[in-house]
């Protein structure tokens, strides 16, 4: 079975400083990744995905098939980043794109 | 247009209580979804419908948990005699479910906070 593993859960970060926030999977085939971000009273919804190989309001993630590694990076925090983000993983099953998500990281940008 | 929309928002049941959780999805939309957010916890995925068809309930946790799509649009999640431990954010999400640039784009709902007492 798949899993997904983001090993910190809070992440403070001055503002202008380097954002990384972790994730790491498991999952023996080439699955899809994402990255979800929840800010403050919203809903869930899509920041970026592996496949478009696109750059969200900053961040970028490179997939890491050795490392089985996505980790988000950004290169100068800024202060409405403040969110909580979670990775995810999907194993397309003929139009079964059920996503495992990771437990999260609340970031924290310190003005 | 309008999102994928719940109700009720926030919904407070007692122990041994019923339970209906309805989701509105994104028109047009091919795939709807079911995740559990437990306090503290990300999504974890309960069910998916294909149009009107449940072709993966392997994530509800017991048979007190119950999903139907009858027309394939709305979809409720039923929990009968709630127990403590269904106390959770319910989220359901949309997709196309159709090949395409968004194909594997989920857009999900606000949620309905369950508190079970």
């Known amino acids: 079975a798949q899993r997904v593993t983001q090993p910190e859960k809070l992440l403070s970060v001055f503002k202008g400083a380097p954002v990384e926030l972790k994730c790491n999977y498991s999952y023996s085939g080439s699955p899809e990744l994402f990255w979800y971000v929840q800010y403050s009273r919203q809903r869930l919804q899509l920041l970026l995905r592996h496949i478009s190989r696109e750059s969200i309001k900053g961040f970028t993630a490179d997939l890491n098939k050795g490392e089985t590694s996505f980790h988000l990076k950004k290169p100068f925090a800024q202060e409405e980043d403040s969110a909580m983000y979670y990775c995810a993983l999907s194993v397309s099953n003929f139009g079964n794109e059920k996503l495992t998500f990771g437990t999260g990281t609340r970031l924290t940008i310190i003005p | 247009g309008a999102g994928v929309s719940q109700s009720p928002r926030y919904k407070v049941a007692k122990r041994g209580q019923d339970v209906a959780l309805r989701c509105d999805p994104i028109s047009g939309h091919v795939s709807l979804f079911w995740y559990q957010q437990a306090l503290g916890q990300g999504p974890e995925f309960l069910t998916y419908?294909?149009?009107?068809?449940?072709?993966?309930k392997s994530g509800l946790p017991s048979d007190r948990f119950f999903a139907e799509r009858p027309e394939g649009s709305v979809s409720t999640l039923k929990i009968q005699r709630t127990q403590q431990e269904d106390s959770a954010v319910y989220l359901c999400?949309?997709?196309?479910?159709?090949?395409?640039?968004?194909?594997?784009?989920?857009?999900f709902g606000p949620g309905t906070r369950l508190t079970v007492l």
């Open positions: 419908f294909q149009n009107e068809a449940q072709l993966d």
């Open positions: 999400a949309s997709s196309l479910g159709r090949l395409g640039t968004s194909r594997l784009e989920q857009f």
